[in-house]
């Protein structure tokens, strides 16, 4: 069972900036993909930024150019760097791993969330 610790979310103005932190529990060699979700109130989960096990990367349209998504394989960490935070970000934002089982299947693994809230 893999944990997958976040922090890093906190109020921040318009344009301002946040870094996000997820930390995998467990020996992360049967990590797949890692990386972030968010869920605004009222709104579905949506994918945030997504990096595989190699440096493939993948972002929504609504961020690209303004979050970056790092992954530290070595850690078992993913991290996001927001920029240029609109108000329209807020939402609690999940950290998110794909973890390849012994019997090859592929399981997801959620963190708790973090709430970032970007005020105009």
């Known amino acids: 069972q893999v944990q997958l610790v976040e922090s890093g979310g906190g109020l921040v103005q318009a344009g301002g900036s946040l870094r996000l932190s997820c930390a995998a529990s467990?020996?992360?060699?049967?990590?797949?993909?890692m990386g972030w979700y968010r869920q605004a109130p009222g709104k579905q989960r949506e994918l945030v930024a997504l990096?595989?096990?190699?440096?493939?990367?993948k972002y929504a349209d609504s961020v690209k150019g303004r979050f970056t998504i790092s992954r530290d394989n070595a850690k078992g960490t993913v991290d996001l760097q927001m920029n240029s935070l609109k108000p329209e970000d807020t939402a609690v934002y999940y950290c998110?791993?794909?973890?390849?089982?012994?019997?090859?299947?592929?399981?997801?693994?959620w963190g708790q969330g973090t709430q970032v809230t970007v005020s105009s």
């Open positions: 467990e020996s992360t060699f049967s990590i797949s993909a």
């Open positions: 998110y791993a794909t973890v390849v089982t012994a019997t090859w299947a592929v399981d997801p693994y």
């Open positions: 990096v595989t096990s190699g440096t493939s990367t």
